[in-house]
């Protein structure tokens, strides 16, 4: 009983405490969507401060492109990394491209690819393109054509057009081997993503 005691108040408390915050995460965003930062601003700082993972994506969306505010790229790190820490998958590969391109942070590809990976897990098709992109430069330690072919044939299910010349470029330089290889982890992972999958 008195658990149930605790989770009612904990919830009531809760709730007060998102009333007291104020903000509201939708109109921020339809006035982001029409160029209105500044709303977008006023509904998405409390929110962020108290923790919303989507007002943290969208403060760091207003610091990283300079909309509204002063581009800052410690502040965009700092809502992104929140809102990606949080599982929001949009920030997470925000923050990917923030360590591949040294915006506010050392150039750091293990970084980069450690959001990107959690950001395609969570059906991010720029994610699984920037996966298939690491894996097919040939010209690093990274090159894998068959982990390529996987990121670009997933992207491709996931109706990227781009991703299937990307393919068949690859397909050219493979093995009938290698693309079986390559098919079967895209179906693998087609098959463990079902939610993903249907929502494309």
């Excluded at 493979?174 to 939610?195: L, N, Y």
Aim: glycine share 10%; with cysteine; hydrophobic share 45%.
């Amino acid at each position: 009983m008195r658990m149930l005691s605790r989770t009612v108040l904990a919830l009531f408390l809760l709730l007060l405490a998102s009333s007291a915050i104020g903000g509201d995460f939708k109109k921020g965003w339809k006035a982001y969507s029409s160029t209105d930062y500044e709303t977008a601003l006023s509904e998405w700082r409390d929110l962020a401060d108290a923790g919303n993972a989507n007002a943290c994506y969208g403060m760091g969306l207003l610091y990283g492109n300079g909309f509204g505010v002063d581009m800052n790229d410690d502040m965009a790190l700092k809502y992104y990394l929140a809102a990606a820490e949080n599982g929001h998958a949009e920030a997470q590969y925000a923050l990917a491209i923030m360590h591949q391109n040294g915006w506010g942070v050392p150039i750091d590809e293990e970084e980069a690819i450690k959001w990107y990976l959690l950001a395609a897990d969570q059906g991010v098709v720029g994610a699984h393109l920037a996966l298939g992109r690491v894996n097919a430069m040939d010209f690093t330690d990274k090159f894998d054509a068959v982990e390529a072919y996987k990121w670009f044939g997933i992207a491709a299910n996931l109706g990227d057009l781009d991703a299937k010349s990307k393919i068949e470029f690859l397909a050219s330089r493979m093995t009938a081997e290698q693309i079986g290889e390559a098919q079967r982890r895209v179906d693998a992972w087609m098959k463990s993503h079902p939610g993903i999958a249907d929502s494309y």
